[in-house]
């Protein structure tokens, strides 16, 4: 048996799995359906079309499966909503909006953790054992692959992929992907490969040893998509985590976040401006250096 706390209001449409527990002040509003276990604190918002796994835990101030902040998508427009696996968490605050999408609904997966005022905008496609840190933002359409973690304040733009086994540093902010096993930081910058979250899942040592070699020649130097891809292929035979960097580069639309030992965007467009004999407005000193 469901438990429902008399202060909440439960739609006829919703489906309570066997020992639900739906605390105080709770709306849960359309056709949603809520796998055994789960249990909603107090004061969580649902909204359907929703489908939500077993043993499921949403802390005061969730709020999911309203519709995405798209001016083009209005508050009714049909959606197949959200859909969220087994096992997952979501603290003080979250917020996961409906897809826009006609048929595929906004996903996140087994295991998943949602620390407080963490955000997944409308269509992201999040996948097992992700833990997205207090204040972390993704935009509308991320593919957030399996076991990453993004760090609290983090900003990720919509349309953004990130990789198996990437590590998202604090208060960093991108616009380009994220390739699988690496540490990335700040403005559109990778730094390393994450060898510390790689040790804690078990990688083979040689295997993580020949990552860091990889790194170092496909994302690090100064090589285009294609040698870089190259690069990594060279390296499958004998390190198979190796082809997914390259598969994952071949597969992306978006510029790859480069490694911390090449020129940002930003240097890189003011020397060629330099060298055309241009003018940059704030990036120039009025007078000559004394």
């Not at 427009?77 to 087994?86: A, E, K, L, S, Y």
């Not at 930003?266 to 020397?271: C, D, G, N, P, Y």
Request: with cysteine.
């Amino acid at each position: 048996m469901a438990s429902i706390d008399p202060t909440s209001r439960v739609a006829s449409q919703v489906k309570l799995g066997e020992g639900v527990e739906i605390g105080p002040w709770c709306v849960l509003d359309g056709p949603i359906q809520i796998g055994p276990g789960t249990r909603l604190l107090s004061n969580v918002i649902l909204r359907g079309p929703l489908t939500i796994g077993s043993n499921c835990l949403f802390y005061p101030g969730a709020a999911i499966g309203y519709p995405g902040q798209d001016f083009k998508f209005k508050f009714d427009n049909p959606t197949p909503g959200v859909v969220i696996g087994d096992n997952c968490t979501f603290r003080e605050g979250v917020t996961i909006h409906a897809a826009t999408h006609k048929e595929i609904p906004t996903r996140v997966g087994n295991n998943c953790y949602f620390m407080v005022q963490s955000h997944a905008g409308h269509d992201c496609q999040i996948g097992n054992h992700v833990t997205i840190v207090n204040a972390a933002v993704l935009g509308g359409h991320c593919e957030i692959a399996d076991n990453v973690t993004i760090g609290g304040l983090a900003a990720i733009h919509q349309f953004t992929r990130i990789g198996r086994y990437a590590f998202v540093s604090g208060h960093s902010g991108f616009t380009t992907d994220i390739p699988p096993f690496c540490m990335a930081y700040g403005r559109n910058r990778l730094q390393s490969i994450n060898q510390v979250g790689l040790r804690r899942a078990n990688f083979p040592r040689e295997q993580i040893q020949k990552l860091r070699t990889v790194f170092r020649r496909a994302l690090q130097s100064a090589v285009t998509r294609q040698d870089a891809i190259a690069i990594c292929e060279s390296f499958a035979a004998e390190c198979p985590p190796a082809q997914e960097i390259a598969d994952f580069m071949r597969a992306g639309k978006r510029p790859i976040a480069p490694g911390s030992l090449r020129p940002p965007k930003e240097l890189t467009a003011f020397l060629q401006a330099r060298r055309r004999g241009e003018h940059i407005w704030g990036m120039e000193s009025e007078e000559p250096a004394v």
